[in-house]
Protein backbone atom coordinates (compact mmCIF):
# COMPACT_ATOMS: atom_id res chain seq x y z
CA UNK A 1 0.00 0.00 0.00
CA UNK A 2 1.52 3.47 -1.26
CA UNK A 3 1.87 6.41 1.68
CA UNK A 4 0.64 9.65 0.32
CA UNK A 5 3.06 12.14 0.26
CA UNK A 6 2.27 15.57 2.24
CA UNK A 7 2.49 18.53 -0.31
CA UNK A 8 5.84 19.83 0.25
CA UNK A 9 7.58 16.55 -0.12
CA UNK A 10 5.44 15.85 -3.22
CA UNK A 11 6.45 19.33 -4.58
CA UNK A 12 10.07 18.64 -3.35
CA UNK A 13 9.98 15.38 -5.35
CA UNK A 14 8.47 16.20 -8.30
CA UNK A 15 11.07 18.92 -8.95
CA UNK A 16 13.75 16.79 -8.13
CA UNK A 17 12.12 14.28 -10.99
CA UNK A 18 12.31 17.67 -13.35
CA UNK A 19 15.42 18.88 -13.02
CA UNK A 20 16.78 15.36 -13.38
CA UNK A 21 15.00 14.33 -16.10
CA UNK A 22 14.58 17.31 -17.97
CA UNK A 23 10.94 16.89 -18.91
CA UNK A 24 8.26 15.07 -17.18
CA UNK A 25 4.69 14.15 -17.97
CA UNK A 26 1.28 14.50 -15.69
CA UNK A 27 0.73 10.62 -16.06
CA UNK A 28 4.64 9.76 -14.95
CA UNK A 29 4.83 12.64 -12.23
CA UNK A 30 0.78 10.94 -10.99
CA UNK A 31 1.88 7.70 -10.93
CA UNK A 32 5.27 7.96 -9.06
CA UNK A 33 3.06 10.11 -6.20
CA UNK A 34 0.56 8.15 -6.26
CA UNK A 35 -2.12 11.25 -6.69
CA UNK A 36 -4.44 12.30 -9.40
CA UNK A 37 -3.72 13.99 -12.92
CA UNK A 38 -5.51 17.06 -11.13
CA UNK A 39 -3.45 17.13 -8.15
CA UNK A 40 -0.37 17.20 -10.43
CA UNK A 41 -1.64 19.64 -12.37
CA UNK A 42 -2.21 22.19 -8.90
CA UNK A 43 1.38 21.13 -7.87
CA UNK A 44 2.58 22.74 -11.09
CA UNK A 45 1.02 25.25 -11.34
CA UNK A 46 2.56 26.45 -7.65
CA UNK A 47 5.67 25.66 -9.16
CA UNK A 48 5.90 27.20 -11.90
CA UNK A 49 4.35 30.67 -9.88
CA UNK A 50 7.58 30.38 -8.08
CA UNK A 51 9.82 30.13 -11.25
CA UNK A 52 10.79 26.54 -9.96
CA UNK A 53 9.69 25.09 -13.59
CA UNK A 54 8.11 25.62 -16.85
CA UNK A 55 4.86 24.03 -18.12
CA UNK A 56 4.52 22.78 -21.07
CA UNK A 57 1.98 20.88 -22.40
CA UNK A 58 1.02 17.55 -21.20
CA UNK A 59 4.16 18.23 -18.19
CA UNK A 60 6.59 20.26 -17.07
CA UNK A 61 10.23 20.77 -17.79
CA UNK A 62 13.04 22.53 -16.18
CA UNK A 63 13.32 26.35 -16.05
CA UNK A 64 17.14 26.18 -16.30
CA UNK A 65 16.23 24.81 -20.16
CA UNK A 66 15.30 28.30 -21.36
CA UNK A 67 17.62 30.42 -23.28
CA UNK A 68 18.17 33.11 -20.57
CA UNK A 69 19.19 30.50 -18.22
CA UNK A 70 22.59 31.08 -16.32
CA UNK A 71 25.29 28.43 -15.51
CA UNK A 72 24.47 29.17 -11.86
CA UNK A 73 21.25 27.82 -11.29
CA UNK A 74 21.52 25.15 -13.45
CA UNK A 75 20.67 21.39 -11.55
CA UNK A 76 24.14 19.49 -11.27
CA UNK A 77 25.86 21.94 -12.88
CA UNK A 78 29.35 20.80 -11.87
CA UNK A 79 29.23 17.08 -12.86
CA UNK A 80 27.27 18.72 -16.40
CA UNK A 81 30.75 20.45 -16.33
CA UNK A 82 32.74 17.42 -16.23
CA UNK A 83 30.96 15.71 -18.98
CA UNK A 84 31.07 18.58 -21.21
CA UNK A 85 34.85 18.59 -20.58
CA UNK A 86 34.93 14.51 -21.29
CA UNK A 87 33.08 15.24 -24.50
CA UNK A 88 35.14 18.03 -25.74
CA UNK A 89 37.95 15.99 -26.48
CA UNK A 90 35.99 14.09 -29.31
CA UNK A 91 35.45 16.85 -31.16
CA UNK A 92 37.99 17.49 -33.80
CA UNK A 93 38.63 20.31 -36.23
CA UNK A 94 36.33 19.96 -39.51
CA UNK A 95 34.08 17.16 -38.23
CA UNK A 96 30.22 17.24 -39.25
CA UNK A 97 28.34 16.94 -35.92
CA UNK A 98 24.32 16.79 -35.01
CA UNK A 99 23.70 17.58 -32.27
CA UNK A 100 20.67 18.07 -29.80
CA UNK A 101 20.32 20.20 -26.70
CA UNK A 102 20.13 20.66 -22.97
CA UNK A 103 21.46 21.89 -20.07
CA UNK A 104 24.75 18.93 -20.77
CA UNK A 105 24.84 20.20 -24.25
CA UNK A 106 24.64 24.08 -23.48
CA UNK A 107 28.13 23.63 -21.60
CA UNK A 108 29.28 21.46 -23.57
CA UNK A 109 28.83 24.64 -26.68
CA UNK A 110 30.49 26.86 -24.21
CA UNK A 111 33.49 25.11 -23.74
CA UNK A 112 34.14 25.26 -27.99
CA UNK A 113 37.22 27.39 -28.18
CA UNK A 114 37.39 30.00 -30.60
CA UNK A 115 40.27 28.17 -32.58
CA UNK A 116 38.00 25.29 -33.51
CA UNK A 117 36.21 24.86 -37.36
CA UNK A 118 33.49 22.40 -37.11
CA UNK A 119 30.19 22.23 -38.94
CA UNK A 120 27.35 21.72 -36.00
CA UNK A 121 23.76 20.59 -37.45
CA UNK A 122 20.43 20.98 -35.16
CA UNK A 123 16.47 20.73 -34.69
CA UNK A 124 16.87 23.07 -31.49
CA UNK A 125 16.91 26.73 -31.77
CA UNK A 126 17.88 27.16 -28.03
CA UNK A 127 21.56 25.04 -29.18
CA UNK A 128 21.57 27.12 -32.36
CA UNK A 129 21.87 30.70 -30.39
CA UNK A 130 24.38 28.91 -28.08
CA UNK A 131 26.86 28.42 -31.43
CA UNK A 132 26.23 31.65 -33.06
CA UNK A 133 28.56 32.50 -30.34
CA UNK A 134 31.41 30.60 -31.51
CA UNK A 135 32.77 32.30 -34.57
CA UNK A 136 34.80 29.50 -36.22
CA UNK A 137 31.55 27.51 -36.53
CA UNK A 138 29.33 27.04 -39.37
CA UNK A 139 25.66 26.46 -37.95
CA UNK A 140 22.90 24.66 -39.20
CA UNK A 141 19.43 24.55 -38.15
CA UNK A 142 16.89 22.03 -39.43
CA UNK A 143 13.76 24.01 -39.25
CA UNK A 144 10.07 22.66 -38.84
CA UNK A 145 6.90 22.25 -36.42
CA UNK A 146 8.34 23.62 -32.62
CA UNK A 147 7.54 20.89 -29.81
CA UNK A 148 6.49 22.34 -26.54
CA UNK A 149 7.64 19.53 -25.29
CA UNK A 150 11.52 18.86 -26.29
CA UNK A 151 12.10 22.78 -27.64
CA UNK A 152 13.14 21.20 -30.77
CA UNK A 153 11.85 21.15 -34.45
CA UNK A 154 9.76 17.66 -35.29
CA UNK A 155 7.76 16.12 -37.57
CA UNK A 156 7.91 14.26 -41.27
CA UNK A 157 9.86 17.36 -42.46
CA UNK A 158 12.30 17.10 -40.09
CA UNK A 159 13.34 13.73 -39.86
CA UNK A 160 13.49 13.58 -43.69
CA UNK A 161 15.58 16.27 -43.89
CA UNK A 162 17.84 14.53 -40.98
CA UNK A 163 17.54 11.36 -42.82
CA UNK A 164 19.20 12.79 -45.76
CA UNK A 165 22.23 13.95 -43.87
CA UNK A 166 25.84 12.26 -42.97
CA UNK A 167 27.64 13.30 -40.15
CA UNK A 168 30.51 12.76 -38.02
CA UNK A 169 29.32 12.51 -34.31
CA UNK A 170 25.97 12.48 -33.09
CA UNK A 171 25.89 13.82 -29.56
CA UNK A 172 22.73 14.13 -27.43
CA UNK A 173 21.59 14.31 -23.81
CA UNK A 174 19.08 11.91 -22.91
CA UNK A 175 15.59 11.55 -20.44
CA UNK A 176 16.42 8.15 -19.26
CA UNK A 177 18.77 5.53 -19.92
CA UNK A 178 18.58 1.81 -18.76
CA UNK A 179 21.29 -1.01 -19.53
CA UNK A 180 18.58 -3.25 -21.01
CA UNK A 181 15.72 -0.78 -22.01
CA UNK A 182 18.43 1.33 -23.81
CA UNK A 183 17.25 5.40 -24.60
CA UNK A 184 13.98 6.34 -23.91
CA UNK A 185 11.65 9.38 -23.79
CA UNK A 186 8.00 10.87 -23.00
CA UNK A 187 7.18 12.40 -26.37
CA UNK A 188 6.54 10.35 -29.87
CA UNK A 189 8.16 13.38 -32.19
CA UNK A 190 11.12 14.19 -30.02
CA UNK A 191 11.71 10.62 -30.08
CA UNK A 192 11.45 9.94 -33.96
CA UNK A 193 13.76 13.00 -34.35
CA UNK A 194 16.24 11.47 -31.96
CA UNK A 195 15.96 8.04 -33.92
CA UNK A 196 17.02 9.81 -37.22
CA UNK A 197 19.80 11.96 -35.90
CA UNK A 198 21.32 8.82 -34.37
CA UNK A 199 20.96 6.83 -37.50
CA UNK A 200 22.56 10.15 -39.61
CA UNK A 201 25.82 9.82 -37.71
CA UNK A 202 28.82 7.58 -37.78
CA UNK A 203 29.17 7.42 -34.00
CA UNK A 204 26.69 8.48 -31.30
CA UNK A 205 27.83 9.96 -28.09
CA UNK A 206 25.35 10.47 -25.26
CA UNK A 207 26.13 12.93 -22.43
CA UNK A 208 24.10 12.14 -19.30
CA UNK A 209 24.85 12.64 -15.38
CA UNK A 210 24.57 9.33 -13.64
CA UNK A 211 21.23 10.18 -11.64
CA UNK A 212 19.66 9.29 -15.32
CA UNK A 213 20.73 5.99 -15.11
CA UNK A 214 18.84 2.88 -14.55
CA UNK A 215 15.76 4.82 -15.77
CA UNK A 216 12.44 3.94 -18.34
CA UNK A 217 10.65 6.25 -20.26
CA UNK A 218 7.67 5.36 -21.74
CA UNK A 219 9.13 5.69 -25.67
CA UNK A 220 12.23 4.22 -26.71
CA UNK A 221 14.89 5.42 -28.89
CA UNK A 222 17.51 2.96 -28.98
CA UNK A 223 19.44 0.09 -27.89
CA UNK A 224 22.13 0.68 -25.63
CA UNK A 225 24.27 -1.26 -28.48
CA UNK A 226 23.28 1.63 -30.70
CA UNK A 227 25.60 4.08 -28.64
CA UNK A 228 29.10 4.55 -29.13
CA UNK A 229 30.02 6.56 -26.41
CA UNK A 230 28.49 7.08 -22.70
CA UNK A 231 30.14 9.61 -20.89
CA UNK A 232 29.00 10.56 -17.09
CA UNK A 233 30.39 12.57 -14.43
CA UNK A 234 31.62 9.42 -12.96
CA UNK A 235 34.64 7.78 -13.23
CA UNK A 236 34.64 5.17 -16.08
CA UNK A 237 35.38 2.11 -13.27
CA UNK A 238 32.53 3.04 -11.07
CA UNK A 239 30.49 0.51 -10.36
CA UNK A 240 27.37 2.01 -11.78
CA UNK A 241 28.63 1.93 -15.10
CA UNK A 242 29.32 -1.72 -14.88
CA UNK A 243 26.37 -2.87 -17.28
CA UNK A 244 26.91 -0.25 -19.47
CA UNK A 245 30.27 -1.18 -20.65
CA UNK A 246 29.75 -3.92 -23.22
CA UNK A 247 30.05 -2.47 -26.73
CA UNK A 248 30.34 0.88 -25.56
CA UNK A 249 33.63 3.38 -24.62
CA UNK A 250 32.39 4.59 -21.18
CA UNK A 251 33.91 7.89 -20.29
Not at 132 to 143: A, C, Y
Request: hydrophobic share 40%; net charge neutral; glycine share 6%.
Amino acid sequence: MSIALLKNERKDLILRQVNIHTRVTFSDLSSLTHVSEDTIRRDLNELASEGRIIKVRGGAMVSTYHLSATPTNVYAIDNKKNIARKALTLIQNGMFVLIGGGTTVRELIRLIPESLNATFITPNPVTVMDLLEKPNIETIMIGGKMSSYSQMAVGGDVTQKLAEIKTDLCIMGTNALDANNGLTDSDWDSVQVKKTMMKSAEKTIILTISEKLNATMRFKIADLSEVDYLITELNPSDTLLQSYTEGVIVL
